[in-house]
């Protein structure tokens, strides 16, 4: 099990030391190696740390007596302090890659493609892809998912938050999956822009338009091994692939309607209906039964003039619903 400070770059000593800290103030390096059983050199050498840091400090006319600093101010600092330092280290591997790409010859074709195998492996490469990424990143999503369920993407809401842009399609029975819609919803609500198409029988995420991972198969029984995809004639084709996907697909998530045309409630109906969901999973969704789902859906039918549930979805993304 990590220690408590391990996530800062700090050792199991140091979090222990500032744990008894924490419950014994005013305690002396004398004190900290009799209760935690540590030699005295050690001690002091890890109490070191702690001051430099900021988890510790002496107390004000004395040497020898230590308290720890409010976990509350003083972690948080620190937290912020690494995440700054790591982000730092970021940017400096992008400026090297771009260095050592600049002297190295022009790749050859079977390096164009590699193979990325294992789960670790792909997780690896999806974070290294959206952490990278500078201008755009576009995403086709569909079962099956690497947890057997779709999980939180939080290297987008990371990337979304600097100003990196999503495009993200989906495949509207998958939506139905338990939690999917509410994390679509909160991807959109950080500035996701989502669309569906009534089946999508493949995946992909392409990162700057420059390099793409797809797996090596679509079928059910094989996610774990994709294909990392540099520059080439093939990316070109899989980014001409999801223009042409995207531009058939139907948004989905409330971006503009005004509370006097639509409910909230409505909106998010009319989401999921124009991405394809059945109403036993609208009701399931919204917790309501499904003879009210199918109530209201005949009545946003009349009123956006729709003969088909497909048609109220389009029409209703014309008028700014969705």
């Known amino acids: 099990m990590p220690s408590l400070l391990e996530p800062v770059g700090l050792a199991q000593i140091h979090s222990d030391l500032y744990l008894d800290l924490l419950t ?4 002396t390096a004398a004190d900290l190696a009799s209760r935690l059983d540590i030699p005295i050199p050690r001690v002091r050498k890890a109490l070191q740390k702690l001051l430099d840091v900021g988890l510790a400090s002496r107390l004000v006319g004395t040497r020898n007596n230590y308290v720890a600093a409010p976990p509350e101010v003083a972690v948080d600092a620190l937290v912020t302090k690494r995440t700054q330092q790591l982000e730092q280290l970021r940017l400096n591997a992008h400026e090297l890659a771009l260095r050592v790409r600049s002297v190295l010859p022009p790749a050859e074709p079977s390096e164009l493609i590699q193979l990325v195998e294992g789960r670790e492996a792909v997780l690896h490469h999806l974070a290294r892809m959206q ?16 947890f057997g369920q779709p999980v939180v993407n939080s290297e987008e809401l990371q990337a979304l938050n600097r100003g990196v842009a999503y495009r993200c399609l989906y495949d509207a029975p998958g939506l139905a999956d338990a939690g999917h819609l509410d994390q679509v919803m909160e991807c959109i609500a950080a500035g996701e822009q989502a669309r569906s198409l009534p089946s999508v029988r493949m995946k992909m995420i392409i ?58 409630q409505d909106k998010r109906l009319l989401s999921m209906l124009a991405g394809g969901l059945k109403d ?36 209703a993304a014309r008028r700014g619903w969705l």
Request: charged residues 20%.
């Open 24 to 27: 014994h103030p005013r305690s």
């Open 131 to 146: 952490l990278g990424a500078r201008e755009e990143v576009v995403i086709i999503d569909s079962p099956p998912y690497l």
């Open 207 to 264: 990162a700057d338009r420059s390099l793409a991972l797809v797996p090596i198969s679509f079928s059910a029984a094989e996610t774990g091994t994709r294909i990392l995809v540099h520059a080439s004639p093939l990316l070109d084709a899989l980014v001409l692939c999801f223009e042409s996907l995207w531009a058939q697909a139907t948004p989905i998530g409330a971006v503009a309607a005004s509370p006097h045309t639509v409910s909230e």
């Open 280 to 315: 036993r999973a609208i009701a399931r969704t919204l917790g309501v039964t499904e003879r009210t789902v199918g109530r209201r859906i005949q009545e946003l039918m009349a009123q956006l003039k729709a003969t088909t549930r497909f048609q109220a979805g389009l029409q």
